[in-house]
């Protein structure tokens, strides 16, 4: 059973950076993909950024420019790097891995961790 570990979240004061940690329980290599996402009260949950292991990186419009997604594949750790927050950027963030495609695809979800910006 496949198991990822959030944390580094808090509260911190707009315009300032958190960075979240994702440990996976296996190596991250075995996943074809690995992101954020996140989930605001009332709101849907929303991708914030993702990578591929072919090297494709995405991120929400709102995100760019702020957010920057790593990895560091010798921790089997996948990283959310957070500058100049918002409070819009408030969430209970989830890290997600992804394994396979199509019909075969599989999901994994880490149990969230809170974001709150607010000075």
């Known amino acids: 059973q496949v198991q990822l570990v959030e944390s580094g979240g808090g509260l911190v004061q707009p315009g300032g950076s958190l960075r979240l940690s994702c440990a996976a329980s296996e190596s991250i290599l075995r996943f074809d993909a690995m992101g954020w996402y996140r989930q605001a009260p009332e709101k849907q949950r929303e991708l914030v950024a993702s990578l591929t292991f072919t090297g494709r990186f995405n991120y929400a419009d709102s995100v760019k420019g702020r957010f920057t997604i790593s990895r560091d594949n010798a921790k089997n750790t996948v990283y959310l790097q957070m500058n100049n927050l918002k409070p819009e950027d408030t969430a209970v963030y989830y890290c997600?891995?992804?394994?396979?495609?199509?019909?075969?695809?599989?999901?994994?979800w880490g149990q969230g961790t809170q974001v709150t910006v607010s000075s």
């Open positions: 997600n891995a992804e394994r396979g495609s199509g019909i075969w695809r599989t999901n994994y």
